[in-house]
C-alpha cells in the first residue's frame, strides 16, 4: 500500500480521485431519484388514489346528474396536476372532462387518448346515476402496486355514465432531472434537489477528504524515505571508516611483525654481546689488575659521570643482565663496577633496534679497553690512563653516532 501511495504522482492522483468521485456521485444521485420519483412519489400518489376510490366517484356522479359541468372541472383541476383525472363515456372510447393544470411540467396531458387509459395499471371508478357510495378498488397499503376490488360491477343498480381514471405523472428522465438541478436552482432544497444537493457536497467533501488523506499519508512515506536515505549514507560512511581503520590495524599489525623481527634482530645482538663479554672476561688478569682495574674505572666514572650520555631504554629488562652475572662469579670485587656496566649496556641494548653497527664499535671500544689494561699492568703503571676510559675524552661514549 505504501509504495502505492509512493507511485501516485499528481497528475495521476488527482483524476483518478475526481473520476471515482464523479462515477460514486452519479451512482448516488440515479439512487436518490429512484428513491424519490420511483419511491416516495409512488407511495403519494398511491394514498391519494385510494383516498379517491372512496370518496370522488360518488360526488362526480352528482355533479355530473346535476349539471354543474363547471365544478366537475374544478374538482378534476384540485390536483394541480401533480397527477391526472380523466372523465369518459361510458364505453371508455371519448374523454369528456381530463385536467387541466399542469405543474411544471407536461408529462402526462398528450398522451390522454382511449387506448392510453385502457392500458393504465390503475382501475377506474364507473360514475353511476344514482351515486354509489361503496368504493369498487382499494389499496391495502401505499407500498402496494395493484388496487384490491372490493366491490361488484352486477350488484349496482344504477345506470353508468361514465368511467373515472386515475392517471399517475410520467417521472422525468434521470439526466434531465439531474440537469434540472444543475441549471435550475440548485440551492432549492424541495423534492429530488435536495437529495442530489447532500450527494453533491457529501462527494466533494469525501474527495478532499481522500486527496487530503493521501497527500499526508504521502508526505510522511516521503518524509521516511529521506530518513531512509539520511541512515544509508551514514552507514555508508561508517562503513567507509571502518573499512579505514581495518586497513590501519593490518597495517599496524604488519609494523608489529616488523618490531617483533627488530626485537629478535636486537637480541641476537645482545647474545653476541654476551659472548663478547664472556671473551672479556677470560681476558682480565689478576686481583692486582683486577685492582687496578677497579679504580681506574671507578676514577674514570668519578671523572666522567657528568659527562656520560646514556640513552633512555626503549623496552624492558631482559634476562642477559642475569645470564651475565652468573657469567662473572669470580669478579667479586669489581662485581659491582661490573654491573653498572651491564646495566648501561643494557639500557644501551634497548635503543639497538636499528643500530647493529653502533654495537659494534662499543664491542671493538671494549676489547681495545682490555688490551689497554694488559699493557699497563705489564709496565708496572697503575694509572687510570688504561682503565676503560677514552684516552681522548676521559669518559666512554655511549651516544649514538
Known sequence: MDQLFLSLQKR????????????AWLILCHANYKSYWYGT???VQTTDFNILHHSLPPTLSRMILEGKSELVQ????????LFGLVITDPEGQ??????????HRESWHKKINPEYLNNLKEPFDLLTAPAILEPLYEHESPRSDKATKVGSVDSMDGQVIGRL???RSIPPPFLEDLGNFLTKGFWVLSGAKRGYLFITLSTAAFAMVVLLVVWLRRRGLELKQKEVESFKRELDIRKKALEHLTQELEAQKSRKQALEKEADQAYRRAVGLKVALEKLRDALPGGAVQQGNQQGIQQGIQNGSHELRVRPPAH?????????????????ENA????????????????????QMEMQRIVDNAF???????GAAAAGSGSAQASGLDQGSGYIDMSPK
Open 74 to 81: 374544478k374538482t378534476l383541476d384540485s390536483t394541480y396536476g
Open 165 to 167: 381514471y386515475y392517471v
Open 94 to 103: 371519448t374523454v369528456l372532462w381530463q385536467t387541466n393544470k399542469v405543474y
Open 336 to 355: 659491582q663496577v661490573l654491573k653498572d656496566q651491564a646495566g648501561m649496556l643494557h639500557d644501551y641494548c634497548a635503543t639497538l633496534e636499528n643500530r
Open 41 to 43: 412519489i409512488y407511495r
Open 12 to 23: 495521476f492522483l488527482v483524476p483518478i480521485v475526481i473520476v471515482g468521485s464523479l462515477l
Open 368 to 374: 681495545r679497553q682490555a688490551a689497554g689494561f694488559g
Open 316 to 332: 624492558p629488562q631482559s634476562s642477559i643482565l642475569e645470564e651475565i652475572e652468573e657469567l662473572l662469579p669470580s669478579l667479586s
